[in-house]
């Protein structure tokens, strides 16, 4: 640890620290359900309805695509999604929830923002608007996806 306060390691230990601690606690939360973290990143990132690319999927949720496809195995096998053939460019699988898999988000949903505010974590959109600069500062050519993907309207 730095002995100048804000300096980069603090940034950096503050950042690790807490989404070790989110992803603990989201952890604990989900393993009632047999999901892990990563799981619940695939599900919310297909909540919107619209599906997506499998390489954009990989991306956003930050695993690599071998270890994404096991795991929609895994989530396809449990009728949570499904793939399908892009319509506008068939050469690329599109991941989407399943009816059982948008009643199972919404479901957990509730249980993950209900533990989140017992811990008292902010739910504003400020914090994500925080990130999402911090995020488009570090990796520009990523800005708009990665806005998306916290839901952020620029």
Known sequence: ?????????????????AERLLSRRLAAVLA???LTTEAWRVLCLLADGQGRPMSEVSAEASLPPGTLT??????VDRNLVFRRID?????????????RGRREHARL???????LAEAGVPA?????DH?????????????????????VRR
């Open 109 to 115: 949903d509730e249980r993950v923002r209900a533990s």
């Open 87 to 99: 319509p506008l460019d068939r050469r690329r699988i599109r991941a989407c929830l399943t009816a």
């Open 70 to 75: 096991k795991l929609v195995d895994q989530l």
């Open 131 to 151: 990130l999402a600069d911090l995020i488009a500062r570090l990796d520009p050519a990523g800005r708009r996806a990665h806005a998306e993907a916290a839901g």
């Open 1 to 17: 640890m730095s002995d100048v306060p804000g300096a980069p390691a603090d940034l950096l230990r503050s950042l690790t620290r």
């Open 124 to 128: 504003d959109a400020a914090l994500l």
């Open 32 to 34: 009632d359900d047999d």
